[in-house]
Structures are given as C-alpha cells and as structure tokens.
C-alpha cells in the first residue's frame, strides 16, 4: 500500500521551495510532490514583478516594508506575521540563490531593484520580467538532485482522509488522488500532508491565473474541517491586457507603473490622481477600483497603459517578454496605447495557518497562495505573495523536521476507490456551468447581490451533480465542485465581512 512521510500537493514555489529545504535537512524522509498538470503550470511561472526584500539598508528599512505592507493590508494584516516575514526575507533570499536562482543586477554588480504599487521604496528583486519562470525552472532543476523526492505529475488530489487519534481529536492521515493515466482513485497515506495548491483565479471571468488555479486546496481542506478565512478578499489586478474572449488574460507588470507607465481614458488623460495623491504608484486595489469607476461612468470596456513616453531601450531590456507579447497581437508600447482591465489575480485569505504553517487540522500544512497567513490583510502588497511562499514553506519544513519522528502512520488501510475516472469529455456540460460560475462571480455589494450568487452556485451544483450521475467522475466534474465550493465560501465571507476582524 502506498505511503510517504511527507506529502506536498502542488509543485509551485511554495511547495518545491519546502521539498528541497526538507530533503537536504533529512535525507532520511521520503517525500512525495503531487501535482494535477505538468509541474510548472500553476501561477508561479507567470509571476513578472519579482520578490520583495529589503537589500538596501541605506535607503530602505525593514520598519519601511513592514509599514507599507501593513499600510496596504488596511487594518487586516497581523503584524506580529509581517514583522516574521520582513525579517526573514533575507535568509531566504539567500537560500534562492544557493538553489541557482539569478536576479538582475546594475552594471556595478549592485542588485537592479523594481519599485511596485504601494512601495515607498525600489525593493523588488527580479529576473527581467520572467522572475517566477526563473524561479520555478531553477527549482525543477533541484529536485532530480534529491534522491528522498518523487515528483509525480498529472496525479489530481481529491480530498484528504482524516481520522481520530487516541485522545479523539481529528487528524489529517492521507489523501485520495486521481491518478490521470491509470484512471483510478487511489489513496496515500503520509505523516504530514502539505497543501500547496496555489490561487482560485479561474473562478472569474477576467483573471490572469492559469487553468490550474481552481481552489482546490481550500475546498479539500474545507471538507476536511480545516477553518478558512478572509476567503473574500480577492485581489484584482489593474492592468490585465485586455483581449475580448481571451481566457485567462495576459498581465501588464505592476512593475511597468513603477517604471512610469501611465494609466489613461480614451481621451488619453491621466486619472488616478483623482482617486489618490499616488496615482500610478496606488496600492492594487485603489487602482483597480478608480479604473472599474471610469470604466462604470463611460460604459467602456477596458482603459489603457501608456508607456510611449518612456526611454523604450531601457523599456525593452526589463520588460522584453511583455513587450514581445505585446506585438505578437499587433501593440507596439512604444507607439500604441496597451488597452488593459482589471482581472481577479491573488487570493489574500484561505486556509488559516499559525506561523509554523500549520492549519486547524492536525498533521495537515498549508502554504504559498492557498494559505492565509495573516501577511496580506485585505490587500497584498505586490511582491509580497512569492516571499511569503518561501518564509512559510520555510517554517513548515522547520516545524515537519522537528515533529515529524512522534508522528505515526495511520494504521487504517483505505481500499482503493474502484471508482473509475473519465478522461475529460468536452461536451460533457461542465465547461458551460464553469463559464456560468464565472459571470456570477463578481463583486458582491448588496446582501440582495451576495444572496442571488449564492443562489446561482447552488443551482450549479445541482445541474454538475445531476450531469454527473449519469455518467462516471471526470476531472473538470471534481475542479468543478471545488470551485464551487470556494465560491460560495467568497461569497458567505462577503457577506460577513463586516464582522471581520484584524488577525492577532
Ligand atoms: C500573472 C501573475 C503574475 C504574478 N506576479 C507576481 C510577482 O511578481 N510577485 C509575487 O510575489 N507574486 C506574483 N504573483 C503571485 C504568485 O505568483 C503566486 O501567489 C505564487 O506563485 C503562488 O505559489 P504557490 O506555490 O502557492 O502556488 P502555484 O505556483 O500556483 O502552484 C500551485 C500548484 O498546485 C497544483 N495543484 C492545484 N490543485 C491541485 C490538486 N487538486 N492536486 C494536485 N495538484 C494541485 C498546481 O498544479 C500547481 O502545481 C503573480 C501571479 C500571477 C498569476
């Protein structure tokens, strides 16, 4: 029967990062890293901006990262958390580049650092504007140099098994995957179970998350009775480049506004200093919601990014991919306005954990995006998400190696699901009810406008679990219902989040 000492769903940063540092720290673990796709198709390699950190300690300070996150997070972050993350930025920045990891620099070998929305200061290290392919390509590269890790691809994890422990409380034991190419539910047992399961930005219809980012993690644990907070607080991004009937869009860096880049209507006029003494340099969700006003006042689609203005040699040496992209749909920044729309990007909440990773569930960890530690509050500061991967994968290897040797496995055998999965049918329906999902899931104002989304997702549910009856389970059937789930999940905090509270 199949087991592991530890098992890390997801092959992202935040799970790859916490595989190596296990592995090199106890050869003696046995480690597995499932993951739905192929191992690099989850948000890490899109990320463009970077990672932010404090390098400079002339001109910047970690006191100065740690108030403009909190700043950003309005009054939801728990500082005791991004003070942790702050500080340890570095050691881990350190270890990124132990693993291969090469960020740019100015000729005088100094680091080229990026200024963001919300920085009062340049700090964001990157790799062009292809810092997480850098990084998850780098990271990939480690792994085969361990032989204590299995990384297995293609495995869609389905729920968690949990049972009770002597003294009855309920602890996480295994999980029951789908493993695409036998075409059966199987189970794994594991000592510690790590969630690394990434955003739910294909919950929306204009995101720029990648197919893979269905909110997976948060459902299982759900239903496993782990707690989930500040699920509501879905960070838009303000310059997706818009595409009609392009899904997911591609995104325009924040790092492009740091570099000048402006923010224009169809008038070619600059606005958001209407909104914020700021302007470019907002927080995202200032931005987004000045740019969703605009977009509400003159019933147009999109509005545009100009960055004609700018010395477009320097231009084009940091943002080479994004420019490429750019002309392979006929803009030239140097010369066209980008038209660009706000899209669903990064989930600020999820799986709550202390800052040893740890969710509510025993033996059972989250990290990276899936997780909500307490760093982000309302509202991420850019650059933030990816350091704060590595700082709680970081934690959770520490705690897994300290404890993992008084944890047993779980002596109840599973049997194997003889359920059979279907490959995906394309007609089956499901890809419609997603698409429906999708149009429901926007912002929810009015108590009237949350109670009719959560009536649509029940009706959803429903017409999948009717569709699914009469056939056997696919895989589109079980991201479905998860995405479900996370959605209603987003829509009940809504709902309450009046009564929310900062995290202490
Ligand atoms: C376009 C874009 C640009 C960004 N730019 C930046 C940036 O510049 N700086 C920054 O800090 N952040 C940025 N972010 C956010 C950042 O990239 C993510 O928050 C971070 O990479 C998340 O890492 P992760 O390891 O938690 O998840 P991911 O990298 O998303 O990995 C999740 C993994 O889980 C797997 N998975 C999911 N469900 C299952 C399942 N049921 N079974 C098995 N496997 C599963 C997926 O296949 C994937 O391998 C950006 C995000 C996007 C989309």
Redesign the pocket.
């Known amino acids: 029967m199949e087991k592991t000492d530890i098992l890390i ?7 790859l990062f916490l595989a190596i540092k296990t592995a090199q720290k106890r050869p003696d673990l046995s480690i597995v890293i ?4 192929l ?1 690099d ?12 950190t404090v390098t400079d300690l002339v001109n910047d300070s970690y006191e100065q990262h740690i108030q403009d996150t909190l700043s950003a997070g309005g009054g939801c972050c728990n500082e005791k958390i991004v003070r942790m993350v702050v500080q340890q930025a570095p050691d881990r920045i350190e270890e990124l580049l132990t693993m291969g990891i090469a960020f740019d620099t100015k000729p005088s070998g100094i680091w080229d650092l990026g200024l963001e929305g919300g920085h009062s200061r340049n700090r964001i290290l990157h790799h062009k504007d292809i ?2 392919l850098e990084i998850e390509r780098k990271l990939l590269a480690v792994i085969p140099q361990l032989p204590n890790i299995r990384l297995l691809e293609n ?4 729920d968690l098994s949990t049972e009770k422990d002597k003294t009855d409380q309920e602890y996480c034991s295994g999980v029951f ?1 789908f493993n695409k190419t036998r075409h059966r539910i199987k189970h794994i047992r594991a000592r510690s179970i790590v969630l ?4 739910c ?1 294909q919950l929306f219809k204009n995101t ?3 197919e ?3 909110g ?2 948060v459902a ?1 644990a759900y239903r496993a009775g782990a707690a989930i907070e500040q699920l509501h607080y879905i960070q838009f991004h303000p310059t997706a480049l818009y595409e009609a009937n392009k899904h997911p869009f591609f ?1 325009l ?1 924040e790092a492009l506004r740091g570099f000048g880049a402006y923010v224009v209507d169809e008038n070619q006029k600059r606005f958001l200093f209407k909104y914020d003494t700021r302007g470019e340099l907002a927080t995202r969700d200032i931005v987004s919601q000045a740019i969703n006003s605009e977009l509400e006042k003159t019933g147009k689609k999109h509005v545009y990014l100009d960055c004609r203005h700018l010395d477009y040699d320097a231009f084009y040496r940091h943002f080479p991919t994004i420019t490429d992209y750019c002309r392979t749909i006929g803009l030239n920044p140097q010369e066209d306005l980008i038209p660009v729309v706000p899209a669903a ?2 989930q600020c909440g999820g799986i709550t954990v202390d800052q040893h990773s740890r969710t509510t569930v025993k033996n059972l960890y989250a ?4 997780s909500c530690t307490g760093l982000h509050g309302k509202n991420r500061l ?6 704060e ?1 590595l700082v709680f994968a970081h934690q959770g290897s520490e705690h897994i190696c300290k404890t993992i040797d008084t944890i047993a496995f779980s002596s109840l055998i599973f049997m194997n699901k003889q359920q059979s999965v279907l490959p995906d049918n394309p007609d089956s329906g499901f890809a419609a009810l997603k698409e429906e999902l999708q149009q429901a899931m926007t912002a929810f104002y009015t108590d009237k406008e949350a109670k009719t989304a959560l009536n649509t997702i029940k009706q959803l549910k429903t017409t999948a679990d009717q569709i699914n009856s009469k056939q056997k389970i696919t895989p589109s059937f079980i991201e479905l219902i ?1 995405m479900l789930t996370v959605a209603s999940l987003i829509v009940e905090q809504t709902k309450h989040s009046k009564n929310v509270t900062p995290l202490t």
């Open positions: 769903i997801g092959s992202g940063l935040a799970g499932m993951t739905k796709s191992a198709t989850g948000n890490t390699r899109y990320a463009q901006g970077g990672i932010a810092s997480g495995q869609l994890c389905v995957y690394s399961t990434g955003g930005g720029t998350n990648p893979v980012a269905t997976d993690g299982m995104l860096s990007h990064y990290i990276g995006e899936c850019a650059s933030n998400s990816l350091l991967a998860n």
